[in-house]
């Protein structure tokens, strides 16, 4: 009798690991599907947004009424700030699917740094707040790897310092370890003299769609898409990505990516 018993539990068991399996496996394509979905129709809706921002720009360069300039101005801001959201939902679609694609350049890393900051240092100045850079000395000059996913980082973290933070000044610090003759691990870490971050709302900082009302909270603006999105690229370029907040005393969030190191390097 034990041994039909023990017989029938393994068979029982069995069966249930069979209907489990299975239905993660449909779960899972079901995933599959809505993230394609997802990044073709956000891929099409691109392109006429694209014609409307142009049809704006042309209006742009005609006689118009003050009323009528005033107009082409807001719907001109509504359209960029919906091809934002567009372009924040492919990236993240992308990445959910692991459809992210490297490009791989040599190109000048404090460039490529500076670059990203001279488009925020406006808006921060806007707010009142120091943007400040700080390079370590043996920084390499040129790196392999994808220049505009390291920028869209950069911008990330940067722009939600700018967006969030009370404070006054935001400091950029660039460092590089060196893993090998031929590879580099970047770290790159944005620090606020801000609030910091409400401890209730730091397990969830990462997670996508993530908003709170809270004065202080990173990703009370937009679609909260920010953070996921810098997340999943960090990963992508085999780094992590993580912060440290105190209150009162501010937040820095950090970033590493692997990169190849040039051997075009200017003897400086």
């Excluded at 719907?75 to 924040?88: P, Q």
């Excluded at 460039?111 to 806007?126: K, M, S, Y």
């Excluded at 085999?238 to 969030?253: L, T, Y």
Aim: hydrophobic share 35%; glycine share 6%; net charge negative.
């Amino acid at each position: 009798t034990r041994h039909w018993d023990n017989v029938a539990t393994h068979h029982e068991l069995h069966t249930k690991a069979r209907d489990l399996a299975h239905a993660v496996n449909e779960a899972n394509n079901a995933s599959q599907i809505k993230t394609e979905f997802l990044a073709n129709i956000t891929h099409e809706i691109r392109t006429p947004m694209n014609n409307v921002l142009g049809m704006l720009a042309l209006l742009d360069d005609t006689e118009l009424s003050p009323q009528q300039r005033e107009l082409q101005k807001v719907a001109v801001h509504s359209g960029e700030g919906l091809m934002s959201l567009i372009e924040d939902i492919l990236d993240f679609s992308r990445i959910s699917s692991g459809q992210v694609q490297l490009e791989e350049s040599i190109f000048n890393l404090k460039r490529c740094i500076d670059q990203a900051l001279e488009l925020l240092g406006p808006r921060a100045h806007e707010k009142g707040l120091e943007l400040s850079c700080v390079y370590d000395d043996n920084l390499p000059v040129r790196v392999k790897g994808d220049q505009e996913r390291i920028a869209q980082l950069i911008s990330n973290l940067v722009s939600n310092a700018i967006k969030y933070s009370a404070g006054t000044d935001i400091l950029l610090t660039v460092h590089m370890q060196r893993l090998s003759e031929m590879e580099g691990e970047l770290k790159v870490v944005v620090s606020d003299n801000g609030k910091g971050i409400d401890p209730e709302l730091q397990d969830r900082l990462f997670d996508a769609f993530s908003k709170n009302s809270a004065r202080n909270d990173y990703t009370e603006a937009g679609t909260g898409l920010g953070l996921a999105i810098s997340k999943g690229l960090a990963e992508c370029m085999h780094g992590e990505i993580g912060f440290s907040s105190a209150p009162e005393q501010g937040a820095s969030f950090w970033f590493t990516a692997r990169l190849n190191l040039s051997t075009q390097q200017t003897q400086k």
